[in-house]
């Protein structure tokens, strides 16, 4: 039984504080969350349009993630990620998937 937890944040922001909002997420998850025991990796992806981020990241199990959300209650920097209209999901994993190999020969023929 997989008991991989994931957990998808949006984070709201306007183009004029894109980068103070990517610098405020990445001290956050660079410096606290990825060294919380359970963490597994994270990915922060941010709208083309510069108004948002999304962060999705990967813990071995729920209680780990739970464990870290007890913790970042006290964090300094939580009062100043909570402004920007936080909305988390939380899933479990059905399904991994991985790219296939890539089989094209040096002169392009599949073998």
């Known amino acids: 039984m997989n008991t991989e937890f994931v957990v998808v944040v949006t984070f709201e922001t306007t183009p004029e504080q894109h980068d103070k909002t990517f610098r405020l997420l990445d001290e956050y998850i660079d410096g606290f969350l990825r060294l919380q025991p359970g ?18 990241a990967r813990w071995q199990q729920e209680s780990d993630f739970r464990v870290f959300a007890g913790k ?34 040096p002169d392009g023929e599949k073998q």
Do not use: C, M
């Not at 990915?43 to 999705?56: C, P």
């Open 39 to 56: 963490f597994i990796e994270s990915r922060l992806n941010e709208k083309q349009d510069g108004t948002g981020f999304l962060h999705y």
């Open 72 to 105: 970042a209650q006290e964090h300094p920097l939580l009062p100043e990620i909570r402004l920007l209209n936080a909305s988390a999901n939380f899933y479990s994993v059905a399904r991994h998937y991985t790219a296939q190999p890539d089989t094209a020969q």
